[in-house]
Each structure stands twice: as C-alpha cells, then as structure tokens.
C-alpha cells in the first residue's frame, strides 16, 4: 500500500482555563455556574491541614460539599476505589481536584467512572487492564493546581500505581480533561523550596521534550479520527506554548525556590507549568518520561527529581537530531548562543538545565536516589515497552540506548 504521511494536527485542552492570584476564590461562581448541589472536593490530608482549600470552600454552602482527602503521592488503586466510594455516597453534580497531580488524577478518574459505572482497572489499558475505553464525558470537573509542575489541569491522562506489580499504569481518554483549570499562583505559596524544585523541573521537562519531539506529520496517517493518537506530535500551536514555557521557568524557578512568597515567580512557575501542560497533552514526551516513569514505578523514585536528574543525558543523546530546536532551547534559557555552532549550543542546553538543577538543589546523579549499576539493565528494559513516550522521541532510541542514557545520569 502507498505510504499515506499525516497531515492533520489535533489539539484539544479544558474547555476554559482561569488563571491569576485569586482564581481559586471563583470556585464558588463555578459551582453555582454548573448548578452543583453537590461537590466533592478531591485532596490529600497535607493540603487540606495547609488550609490551602479554606478560601476557596469560604464561600460554598457547608452542606453542597464534601471533602475527600485520601489521596497520597502516587496514589495506587486502593486510593482511586476509596474516591470512587466517596462519590458513590455523594453522587456529585461537580468534582474538584485541589492539590498536586495526584489529587487531579484521582478527581479526574473519579468523574468519569462514576459517571460511567465499572471499575478504575476496566478503563486502563491491557494487559494491565481491561482496555475499555470511556464512553462518554464524566460528571463536570474543575482542577485547582497547588504545585506548578504536573499539567494535570489539562491533561487527558491519570497515573495509577499498582504497587503488588511494581507498575505505574495510565488511563487517558479526552475525557477525562477537566472542564475548568482554576490555576492561582497564590495556592502555591505555600509549597516548601524541595517541591517547588522538583515539580518546576518536571515542567520544564514536559515543555523541552514537548519542543523536540517529532512533528505531527512524522507518521502515517490513522484510519480514523478517532484512531489518532492523544500524543500527536509537535505543531506550530504546541510550539508556542514550549516555547513561553520553557522561558517562563527559566526565569522564574530560581526566585520561586529561593523565596516561595516572591508572587511573579509564582505566577510565571504556573503559568510555565500550565502551558507545559498544554504543549505536552497534545505533542508528547519522549525518553527522559520513559525513563522517569520506569524508575517510579520500580524504585519508588519522586519523579520530579528524576526526570530532572536524567533530562541532560537525554539531551546530548538527542542532539544529533534536533540540534536546532536544542540550540534554540539554549536561548530561551538565557545562553548566549551567538557565534555557537549547532552541536556546541544543543550542548549548551544540555549544561543550562544542569546548571539551574543544581542551582535548585537537584544534584549527585540518579545514584543519589538509590539507583545503582545493577539496576541499570532491569530500568532500560522496563523503559523501552513505554512506546507512547518513545515513539515521539527525536532521535531513535533502543534498550542498549536507554541503558547508557541510564548509565551516564547516575
Ligand atoms: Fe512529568
């Protein structure tokens, strides 16, 4: 059959995104907006003891809402069935996610499955799951980010640990992207330099592997719309967004780590990670992610730190294939490139993301998590069965590849 290359780009995020200090106080007007009787709000116990939710509930009946606050950093199953329970009780006209990716995942999981009966492993795809796919919107949700790193608030897709395998297992559907993104720098004020660090590089992450991953028209094209991969690679509109991302972070997660309360830190960190978010739901990822979520899942490893410990070997390991994009990723991190050849300023990227790693306190190599030479074999292994991620890689990448990517990081 004749190659048939695609030539349609798809690009989807929250129906409405409200964004400035203050955001979260509009969280009453939505719910009054949806006409919700009942809210359940979806968080964890540190978040909810920060009183981080107290401005944004003031205003709500104390009767129309009840707060589920389960959820724990990577939550597993047991977590996703606890919410679903809550829900079940409450049966709620509206769900909210306040807190980091986690309590976003578990809200955005919670609306759909209770809307659609089942399971949460019937939704996630085999063999881990029974593959089904979700048929239909969710009960309306609205996502108040308090870290600014994940991109939860838009995203389609839901991590779900499932420790007895030793196994991080996703569900994506385009509906399970939020209704509303009520992202307020003012939540995160809050959040301790370690976090903000972490969930600062992880964003920084999503948008430098969003700007270089292939571009859309790099595959053939699917049989169908609905065939089309969530992940569809680069675009002129996904560019934009990497680009006003990765600027935004690098100016600003310096300050945000040295003193949480410097408010335009905060707000260029969320409005980075937002649009982060925004690039790499429609663009994808690529092997630093395929990496980071091998390591999560086997050795437990904060996936900020990692990804942010593994991004320059990717890097230089990519450079052959994108050193453009890479030279101009130098540039919008404030290198001077001028009189640079290609090679050297894809090289300086690699060195700049390093260097404001390290200036947050990320340092000492993936062996400062634990990761040794006799891991190295098994996580390469584990990352390459992550074809979502590594197809959008710019360069090809094999097992032998991922194990000295692996390799030089520690
Ligand atoms: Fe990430």
Redesign the pocket.
Known sequence: MVYRPESVWEFSTSKNITFGVGASAELSDVVAEYDAGSVLVVTDEGVADAGVLDDAVASLDDDSYTVFDGVEPDPSIGVFEDALAAAADVDPDLVVGVGGGSSMDVAKTTSVVHAHGGDVLDYVAEPTGGGDSIPGPGVPTACLPTTAG?GSETSPVTVISLPDEDLKAGISSRHQRPDIALVDPGLTVSLPPGPTASSGM?AL??AIEAYVTRRYDAKPAPDRRMDRPDYNGRSMVTDQFARTAIEQIGNGLRNAVDNGHDLDARRQMSLGSLMAGVAFTNAGLGAT?AI?MATGAVQHTP?GVT?ALTLPEVMRFNATSAADRYAEIASLLGEDVAGKGRNEAAEAAATAVENLAADVGIEGGLSSLGIGDNDVAHLAERASQLERLLVGNPRRVTRDDLEAIIRRSL
Request: glycine share 0%; no cysteine; charged share 10%.
């Open positions: 994940t992880d992450s999503h992610h980071a996936h990804v």
